[in-house]
């Protein structure tokens, strides 16, 4: 495959965006979107085994370093997604997709033989440096690949099977710590181990995915670029059973190598700052309510309910199921309905029920199942809210800079939202005073309100758009006759 550096003229997004639904999307889900199960199942069993984890019969962890163990992974996220997002630009989506679930289940089968503090914090950085790189990887590839009219519900739908895995591992607790199965130290490595042996089919599947035809083309490799969508017309046709329609839009792009960094941060602090506003309101504020509370729910219910250890998994169950059934009902309506309204509608309504949940909480009229009930009503609404964060990062920037916008975003979002959060409210229910950690939801709510204010003003109205009218690649031939990036359109 040799790079062509000369203009091109193509049709290829339009193809792409005109294609119904078929096997060949349906591939892209499994073999892409299948990741974020397995994150919610691995990343679950570790909250869940956060009690049994300060037993003296396992590792003795205190409450402080069972937050730190949290930010630990959050911080090998961010540095996993800024490395892994430039080499999405640079090298291609596909050539990622195995380099980064390789660290990923490298880094969760490591975890499962950890002997002591420090060895349980380097392999979850390994592991947060795998998934941090999954996110930039996978959601530039399926935004490239799934047709605009449709990308909104299937982007959220799919960061939201995150809670299938979560459901899936909040069940396997049952079994995994129950000590009349395992033993206490043997239950939580072996669910661990499992779920990382488990991810290795997905290496089979993600050969069957091709390369991003959009990023062939901007990188100079046309004719590849062509044989891919005319292979993926083949497909659907035959799926389909019927004939395609036919395309006249056209763009023309001068294909260059790579975009690094400082073509990034220009382009979004340049001409697209009122979006880099919208994307750090949202990253942070989400990634600040999920950490906040996922993290640390076991520690609330072990403190303040007395809720054995071994039990707590079971009260992740309906969390789980709420988060999962929330993208389900609410994720068409973020293309029927528009970016915008639902946005505003899902942060505002969760930083109302988290300030509502929070005060009943440190007024002590709650019981483990009522406090679990009600985190599954606001996580009802935030779970489509978060996807929505990482949806809008992945299509408002130029094509060229996708990979590392998604993963500058997210780092900026786990950074400022998401490492301290898990430390913070770690530290305040170590406090054993529920007023601070109502305080802290406060705190948390505040942000959400914020974000949804910001998007009201600030967002773009992307639903059902093609990708290069959101944003103008950087290699469009004519820049200045596209629309300003500055204004909502």
């Given at each position: 495959?040799?790079?062509?550096?000369?203009?091109?003229?193509?049709?290829?997004?339009?193809?792409?965006?005109?294609?119904?639904?078929?096997?060949?999307?349906?591939?892209?889900?499994?073999?892409?979107?299948?990741?974020?199960?397995?994150?919610?199942?691995?990343?679950?069993?570790?909250?869940?085994?956060?009690?049994?984890?300060?037993?003296?019969?396992?590792?003795?962890?205190?409450?402080?370093?069972?937050?730190?163990?949290?930010?630990?992974?959050?911080?090998?996220?961010?540095?996993?997604?800024?490395?892994?997002?430039?080499?999405?630009?640079?090298?291609?989506?596909k050539k990622?997709?195995?380099?980064?679930?390789?660290?990923?289940?490298?880094?969760?089968l490591?975890?499962?033989?950890?002997?002591d503090?420090?060895?349980?914090?380097?392999?979850?950085?390994?592991?947060?440096?795998?998934?941090?790189?999954?996110?930039?990887?996978?959601?530039?590839?399926?935004?490239?690949l799934?047709?605009?009219?449709?990308?909104?519900?299937?982007?959220?739908?799919?960061?939201?099977?995150?809670?299938?895995?979560?459901?899936l591992?909040?069940?396997?607790?049952?079994?995994?710590?129950?000590?009349?199965?395992?033993?206490?130290d043997?239950?939580?490595?072996?669910?661990?181990?499992?779920?990382?042996?488990?991810?290795?089919?997905?290496?089979?599947?993600?050969?069957?995915?091709?390369?991003?035809?959009r990023?062939?083309?901007?990188h100079?490799y046309?004719?590849?670029?062509?044989?891919?969508?005319?292979?993926?017309?083949?497909?659907?046709?035959?799926?389909?059973?019927?004939?395609?329609?036919?395309?006249?839009?056209?763009?023309?792009?001068?294909?260059?190598?790579?975009f690094?960094?400082?073509?990034?941060?220009?382009?979004i602090?340049h001409?697209?700052?009122?979006?880099?506003?919208?994307?750090?309101?949202?990253?942070?504020?989400?990634?600040?309510?999920?950490?906040?509370?996922?993290?640390?729910?076991?520690?609330?219910?072990?403190?303040f309910?007395?809720?054995?250890?071994?039990?707590t998994?079971?009260?992740?169950?309906?969390?789980a199921?709420?988060?999962?059934?929330?993208?389900?009902?609410?994720?068409?309506?973020?293309?029927?309905w528009?970016?915008?309204?639902?946005?505003?509608?899902?942060?505002?309504?969760?930083?109302?029920?988290l300030?509502?949940?929070?005060?009943?909480?440190?007024?002590?009229?709650?019981?483990?199942?009522?406090?679990?009930?009600?985190?599954?009503?606001?996580?009802?609404?935030?779970?489509?809210?978060?996807?929505?964060?990482?949806?809008t990062?992945?299509?408002?920037?130029?094509?060229?800079?996708?990979?590392?916008?998604?993963?500058?975003?997210?780092a900026?979002?786990t950074?400022?939202g998401?490492i301290?959060a898990?430390?913070?409210?770690?530290?305040?229910?170590?406090?054993g005073?529920?007023?601070?950690?109502?305080?802290g939801?406060?705190?948390?709510?505040?942000?959400?309100?914020?974000?949804?204010?910001?998007?009201?003003?600030?967002g773009?109205?992307?639903?059902?758009?093609?990708?290069?009218?959101?944003?103008?690649?950087?290699?469009?031939?004519?820049?200045?006759?596209?629309?300003?990036?500055?204004?909502?359109?």
């Amino acid at each position: 495959m040799t790079a062509n550096r000369v203009p091109i003229t193509t049709q290829i997004p339009a193809r792409l965006d005109r294609l119904p639904w078929s096997r060949f999307h349906w591939l892209v889900v499994f073999a892409l979107g299948i990741t974020w199960i397995l994150d919610g199942l691995e990343v679950t069993l570790k909250g869940a085994i956060s009690g049994v984890l300060q037993s003296p019969q396992t590792l003795h962890f205190t409450s402080g370093e069972i937050g730190a163990l949290a930010s630990f992974y959050l911080a090998g996220a961010v540095g996993g997604a800024l490395i892994f997002g430039w080499l999405t630009d640079r090298l291609g989506r596909k050539k990622l997709f195995f380099i980064t679930l390789a660290v990923y289940l490298t880094g969760a089968l490591l975890t499962a033989f950890s002997w002591d503090f420090w060895s349980f914090a380097l392999f979850r950085v390994i592991t947060g440096a795998g998934i941090g790189g999954e996110y930039a990887a996978i959601n530039s590839a399926i935004d490239e690949l799934v047709p605009a009219r449709l990308r909104g519900r299937v982007d959220i739908m799919i960061n939201g099977s995150y809670w299938i895995g979560a459901a899936l591992g909040s069940g396997a607790t049952l079994v995994l710590l129950d000590p009349k199965i395992f033993a206490v130290d043997t239950g939580w490595r072996v669910g661990l181990g499992i779920g990382a042996l488990l991810g290795l089919f997905i290496l089979v599947t993600r050969r069957h995915v091709p390369e991003s035809p959009r990023w062939l083309l901007t990188h100079g490799y046309p004719d590849e670029a062509e044989r891919v969508v005319r292979e993926i017309e083949k497909r659907v046709e035959a799926d389909t059973g019927r004939e395609l329609a036919s395309v006249r839009d056209t763009i023309v792009v001068h294909p260059r190598r790579s975009f690094g960094f400082g073509i990034v941060v220009r382009t979004i602090f340049h001409g697209y700052l009122r979006r880099a506003v919208v994307g750090f309101a949202l990253m942070v504020s989400q990634a600040f309510l999920y950490n906040a509370i996922f993290f640390t729910y076991a520690l609330v219910l072990t403190r303040f309910y007395a809720v054995p250890a071994s039990d707590t998994g079971l009260y992740l169950l309906p969390f789980a199921i709420g988060n999962v059934l929330g993208v389900f009902a609410l994720g068409h309506l973020f293309d029927t309905w528009g970016r915008k309204p639902m946005i505003a509608a899902t942060y505002t309504l969760s930083a109302v029920l988290l300030a509502i949940t929070g005060y009943l909480f440190a007024v002590g009229v709650l019981t483990a199942a009522t406090q679990t009930a009600l985190w599954t009503l606001i996580f009802f609404i935030a779970s489509p809210a978060a996807s929505a964060a990482y949806l809008t990062v992945s299509e408002i920037f130029p094509l060229e800079t996708r990979g590392l916008a998604i993963a500058f975003f997210f780092a900026i979002g786990t950074g400022a939202g998401g490492i301290a959060a898990p430390w913070l409210f770690g530290s305040l229910i170590g406090t054993g005073s529920a007023w601070a950690v109502f305080y802290g939801y406060l705190f948390a709510g505040a942000l959400m309100l914020a974000a949804a204010n910001i998007q009201l003003i600030l967002g773009v109205a992307a639903e059902r758009q093609c990708l290069e009218t959101i944003a103008t690649p950087l290699s469009c031939e004519n820049p200045a006759t596209a629309p300003s990036p500055a204004a909502p359109h």
